[in-house]
């Protein structure tokens, strides 16, 4: 079955770190540029970052850039998210999102997601 | 970047047509053909409808279409179905590898 299973959501405090992981199935993960997109609670969808298919070009919304880094590991069909200095506003759901084309490049509209995983920064 | 702008909701009898906007700027909706349109059940993840301003994914119903005007792109789905009411989101590349979401409209069928 194609799917990506989000994990790594949970309570932490300002200022606290988290890793979510993303794990891919059923399709050619190493062909796909990856993508993290979140939503806050009865919000709307925020893109939060890119990393193309060799990892060799990632992008990061100016709200999380210098806090959040996003890696990939191919050969483990893992797609990741490390977040550090977190902010109550950092709070959302989380979701791993293919991009359209298997090209490995952007082009920036998701095709499939994950059913996300929630992380909530409060003290 | 700010978001790109949508009517907060948007309501239709079945069988009726409605169209949802969504405004942006010459620097994004108006700038760049990678519109980008999603649909989103209370609870689940969001699914692609329409892409590239008017293109359909495998499996989405034509009665889903997309187009674009300048600034403003629109969703029109017509011969609207309960299974229609949802919550839909429009994208954009914005530039400078970035993307951005518009505020998302909650479709109603009366």
């Known amino acids: 079955e194609v799917q990506l299973v989000e994990s790594g959501g949970g309570l932490v405090k300002p200022g606290g770190s988290l890793r979510l992981s993303c794990a891919a199935s059923?399709?050619?993960?190493?062909?796909?540029?990856m993508n993290w997109v979140r939503q806050a609670p009865g919000k709307g969808l925020e893109w939060v970052s890119s990393?193309?298919?060799?990892?060799?070009?990632?992008y990061y919304a100016d709200s999380v850039k210098g806090r959040f880094t996003i890696s990939r590991d191919n050969a483990k069909n893992s797609l990741y998210l490390q977040m550090n200095s977190l902010r109550a506003e950092d709070t959302a759901v989380y979701y791993c999102?293919?991009?359209?084309?298997?090209?490995?490049?952007?082009?920036?509209?998701?095709?499939?997601w994950g059913r996300g995983t929630l992380v909530t920064v409060s003290s | 970047q700010s978001a790109l702008t949508q009517p907060p909701s948007a309501s239709g009898s079945p069988g009726q047509s409605v169209t949802i906007s969504c405004t942006g700027t010459?620097?994004?909706?108006?700038?760049?053909?990678?519109v980008s349109w999603y649909q989103q059940h209370p609870g689940k993840a969001p699914k692609l409808m329409i892409y590239?301003?008017?293109k359909r994914p495998s499996g989405v119903p034509d009665r889903f279409s997309g187009s674009k005007s300048g600034n403003t792109a629109s969703l029109t789905v017509s011969g609207l179905q309960a299974e229609d009411e949802a919550d839909y989101y429009c994208?954009?590349?914005?530039?400078?590898?970035?993307?951005?979401f518009g505020g998302g409209t909650k479709l109603t069928v009366l």
């Open positions: 999102a293919r991009d359209y084309d298997s090209s490995g490049w952007n082009y920036w509209y998701f095709d499939l």
């Open positions: 059923g399709f050619t993960f190493s062909s796909y540029s």
């Open positions: 990393i193309i298919s060799s990892s060799s070009y990632i």
């Open positions: 010459n620097n994004d909706v108006g700038g760049y053909n990678y």
């Open positions: 590239e301003v008017n």
């Open positions: 994208s954009s590349y914005a530039g400078s590898n970035n993307l951005v």
